[in-house]
C-alpha cells in the first residue's frame, strides 16, 4: 500500500474571533497556494484508489482541491482523522488492500505522529508537515506494521513542481 499524507492548507488561524476551531475553512491564500502545490503533487503522485479526510471544513477544502488536481477521484470523510487517534487511523487504513493508493487529508500534531508511528517511531519530531505539506510511505504489509518513506516534500517544492 502507498500512503500519501497530506496535511490541510493554510487555514484561518486558531482562535479567530467568532469562528470556531472545528468550523475554521482555508483562506484565500491557503486555496490560491495549495492548488498550485496539488498540481505538483498530481506531477509526481498516482491518482489515489482513494482519498480520506478529516470531516473538518480546512481538511475537506484542501482534499477537493487535491481531488480536482487528480482527477476522478472523490474524497470520503473519516472521522478518525479528525479525532488523533493513531490507532483508529491505522484500523480506517487497514480497510485497504496492500496493492492501493490511499491519500489522506489531516491535521498536526495527528499526521506527523501516524508518520512517525509508519516509520518506526521518533521521526515524528524531525518530520512535521508543514501546512500543504505531503510525504509518502511505502507500506508493504499491514499499516500498523509500518513502512518506508518513499519522500517527504515542503509545500514550496510542490507549488515549483506544479
Known sequence: MKITIIRHAIAVPSGTEGI??????LTKKGRRRFQKAARGLAEI????????????P????????????????????E???ANGNIDEILGALARYGSDQNVAIVGHEPTLSL???????????????????????????GLPHEGGR???FLRPRILRTLG
Open 20 to 25: 470556531p476551531d472545528e468550523k475554521r475553512p
Open 45 to 56: 503522485c498516482d491518482r489515489p484508489d482513494v482519498l480520506l479526510t478529516s470531516p473538518l
Open 58 to 77: 480546512r481538511a475537506t477544502e484542501t482534499a477537493e482541491i487535491a481531488a480536482n488536481a487528480w482527477g476522478r477521484v472523490e474524497p470520503t470523510e
Open 79 to 81: 472521522p478518525a482523522l
Open 114 to 140: 501516524l508518520l512517525g508511528r509508519l516509520l518506526g517511531g521518533g521521526a515524528s519530531e524531525r518530520l512535521t508537515l508543514r501546512k500543504g505539506g505531503v510525504a509518502q510511505i511505502d507500506v508493504p
Open 149 to 151: 518513506l518513499d519522500w
